[in-house]
């Protein structure tokens, strides 16, 4: 199988239901599986996703294990070659995953790689978190490409080249299974937030290299005011 989609989940119908309805209708290849991790929700709402899509690979956890823990949950049950962590609060574009896939396919150094992604409401605008990669500061603090602090960039194409960063966002990446395996997955640690930096650390003190492929763009849900940011989650 060439590709494992997995998407943590705790609570939030809309949400999910939008994402795999968007995922399915922007998928062509043929060798893929979607795995969508249940956080222990208490509203139904993967069960109801299982009964909508009949095709997703449904697990269900007994406790909230968070982000980290609920991606690796899924990608130990993944039979990829290409593993894809993705948000529940996701939206996707005609051959996102397909141009993830090819420059995996085509640079045998990249271990890993993270879409172009812009804000759901105002798609001109990027993401907050990572939105088109990320680096670390001399000091090892994380900042982003496409957001100055708490102000948010517009898509002005000044990102539109694939660039080598320090670590690719959680919200949507692609990575190497046997990479993953060799990194013994996100370190369970990181609850939320954080865990895609240290992921990406450790990978490449490997001597492997992150990318940002702005030919690939992901939406992701989160609100602005006075482009200040407002994240869903």
Known sequence: MKLSIIIPHHN?????????????????????????????????SADEAKIQF?????????????????C????????GEYIIF????????????EELINFLDKNPHAGAAQPKILNAIYKDTFDYAGG?????????FPFVRGRLFNTLEKDLNQHDSAKKIFWASGAAFIIRKELLHELNFFDNIFFAYMEEIDLCWRLQAL????WNVPTSVVFHLYFLVD??????I
């Open 207 to 210: 001597g492997w290299g992150i």
């Open 54 to 70: 009949p095709s997703i690979h449904l697990l269900k956890s007994k406790k909230n294990l968070g982000y980290s823990g609920g």
């Open 227 to 232: 482009n200040y940011i407002i994240p869903t």
């Open 132 to 140: 088109a990669g990320g680096y670390i500061d001399k000091y090892c």
């Open 72 to 79: 690796n949950f899924g990608a130990k049950k993944a039979m």
């Open 12 to 44: 939030g119908k809309k949400l999910l239901f939008d994402c795999l309805e968007s995922l399915f209708d922007n998928i062509s290849i043929d060798s893929f599986e979607v795995i969508v991790v249940d956080n222990h929700s208490n509203d139904g």
């Open 86 to 97: 993705l948000n529940n609060d996701t939206l996707h574009t005609k051959n996102w995953i």
